[in-house]
């Protein structure tokens, strides 16, 4: 069974940054795209970024310019580099891979972001 596991969240200050990742622990056919999302508290949960197998991408308003997604396709890896973190970024982040017949989720990685 395919699990989803985050990491490189924590607690940075105003203007940093963070690189979070997202391995699959096992093999998945056919991915038609990766993509992050994150839930801040009293929010709904917002797609972040998108990276399509074609390589084409899609980020929310509120990031592009500062969040770069990107994948290792070898290693079923999607990488989210996160830079001029401010307190508004701050939220649970969630990786999912889009395959051809389901999704699967990560549990979350907590990213704060104090000013």
């Known amino acids: 069974q395919v699990q989803l596991v985050e990491s490189g969240g924590g607690l940075v200050q105003a203007g940093g940054c963070l690189r979070l990742?997202?391995?699959?622990?096992?093999?998945?056919?056919?991915?038609?795209?990766m993509a992050w999302y994150r839930q801040a508290p009293g929010k709904q949960r917002e797609l972040v970024a998108l990276l399509r197998s074609g390589g084409s991408t899609n980020y929310a308003d509120s990031v592009k310019g500062r969040f770069t997604i990107s994948r290792d396709n070898a290693e079923n890896t999607v990488y989210l580099q996160m830079n001029s973190l401010n307190p508004g970024d701050t939220a649970v982040y969630y990786c999912?891979?889009?395959?051809?017949?389901?999704?699967?989720w990560g549990q979350g990685t907590q990213v704060t972001v104090s000013s």
């Open positions: 999912r891979i889009i395959g051809a017949t389901r999704d699967y």
């Open positions: 990742s997202c391995a699959a622990s096992g093999s998945i056919f056919s991915i038609n795209a």
